[in-house]
């Protein structure tokens, strides 16, 4: 990380001459820069902000300046060492293309053809993209179901002939598990080790059993005939419970009865 | 029938569905019976619609067709009963789903044409899984990308008749005036 | 509250709400105001079965609490709704279920985690309402999300005499190769 307390180190070269200080039309405090590069969608959309701050039409923007001022967020992002979206260095590489040409003088007779002009082409697409946007934004305002409203519903009577359900082979369920996990494999690199089912399906009955009371004891989940192995699993799946935090154990003296707590009252 | 008359059996029916129901489903209802005429139907359910006048529920007509839903107004107090916070979608997924309501049918890489930036797998799955936005056939060009469109479930959900509904984007933002606009040669497709 | 009395909230609460509606459960309507007391819920719940009189849904009293019901009178109408053929569900919700049925108890987040996709609401009222899944508590964290486990039914409908008895799925996997993957990304059904 460059710090910029020392006076004479530049923070970066902006078209050639080096940048001591952060620009002044830059409010942002430095460590806020990555939260407001996550704010924006892309570079249109950083470069329409730095158009509306200014409070000017985009059909009306001076792309040198808006290109100064583009260029100055995005040296001050990389002296920084933030990782840049490819995106964003190549809408710099257009703004100092567009900038270059401004410069240079027009060999006379010669017509630019307006469809390859970069600044219209520039503009065409801040106007396209702040019409998405602003759509939207438009969109997420509409009143929509379950957020802002509920469907009404009521209790049916009972019918004859209800709608058969569609129904599932078990081998459907067991492939889409295969291919969720293949999938998840590919896209974490991480590996969660899980209880082996009889545990979980013990602890789901626990839970279960601790909707309707609010504490059992232990021997509420031992299931005679099943020995050993029984009370073994139903003992895994009380420590994996209070070790994920969904129950409690509780005991008034040792020796006494052990029981088992729901974390919270209201279920 | 007796005494049971066609705007309470449209009103026990629309309760009784959570889907939104069409005129072609509340014939239905009547069986084997000779059904009532659509006029004769659209005539009960305009009637039904007084009735909740200033209820907690409203009868509304969306693309899939009419449902009873509540009131908006009352949002706050239900969302007391959850603690799980409503769907909120990034910038990015409303932006995508945006385009393609907009501009449908659309692909990946029109979308990604526009907003200047990678459309990221998620949030087309998302939307699908969401049941806003489908597939409806593959772009002849290089590659056959994929085309993706609203579905009636997008209409429902954001209580829209038709897609003509959507807010106009066009008149939201300041539009420049029109003799710069000839300079620009701007054109929208 | 303004222009809204506490008949429409409970009436609005009511029709939104799936399950019968506790004295408890009206109260938390409320949040942090003053919630009415029993007496003053019990009075506005009776002028509602009042306004309701006749009409094609009744409120009324069972066990767990008051719902609105669509009247008996309606059932040989609502019957002839039911004569369609079963549907299929979509991969989100079969992986939602094979995610509830191997991880259990599981949390929504937990689910999206792996899926890599948000799992919507109406996925697990699908699930729920089928009797294949339900609510066995929240886990403690912040947002206290809701716990899903399957249901003796899911059991029951599937052959299955407990969970052990579930195929190992990690024997199955046969690592897909880049491209079908891109491909199932983009299948919708």
Known sequence: MITHVQGELPLALVEGSPLTQLPEDLYIPPDALEVILDAFEGPLDLLLYLIRRQNLDIIQINVAEITRQYMSYIAVLKAMRFELAAEYLVMAAMLAEIK??????????????EEEDPRAELIRRLLEYETVKTSAEALDALS????????????????????????????????????????????????????????????????????????????????????????????????????????????????SQIYIRRVTGDV | MSDIDLKQILEGALFASREPMSIYQMKKLFGDQKAPTEGMLREALACLADDYQGR??????????????????????????????PGRYSRATLETLA???????????????????????????????RGWITLVGHKEVPGRPALFATTTQFLNDFGLKSLEELPNAEDLIVTPSEDLLDQMDYQSE
């Open chain 1, 100 to 113: 270059s040409r401004a410069l240079l003088p027009r060999p006379a007779g010669t017509e630019e053809d």
């Open chain 1, 144 to 255: 929509r179901v379950d957020r802002d409203f509920q469907i009404a519903e009521a209790q049916k009577p009972d019918i004859d002939g209800r709608t058969a359900a569609p129904t599932v082979d078990l081998s459907e369920l067991v492939l889409a598990f295969g291919e969720l996990l293949a999938r998840a494999r590919l896209s974490s690199a991480h590996q969660i080790e899980w209880e082996p089912l009889s545990t979980r399906q013990r602890m789901s009955d626990a839970l279960m059993k601790l909707k309707d009371r609010s504490e059992l004891t232990l021997s509420d989940l031992f299931v005679a005939d099943e020995g050993k192995a029984g009370v073994v699993v139903s003992f895994l799946a009380i420590l994996e419970l209070v070790r994920e935090g969904l129950c409690a154990l509780i005991q008034a003296r040792p020796g």
């Open chain 2, 56 to 85: 907690a529920v409203s009868l509304i007509e969306v693309a899939g067709g009419f449902r009873f839903q509540v009131i908006d107004a009352l949002a706050p107090y239900l969302a007391n009963l959850t603690d799980e916070k």
């Open chain 2, 99 to 129: 385009m393609i309501a907009y501009r449908q049918p659309v692909t990946r890489g029109e979308i990604e044409a526009v907003r200047g930036v990678a459309v990221n797998t998620q949030i087309v799955r998302t939307l699908e899984e």
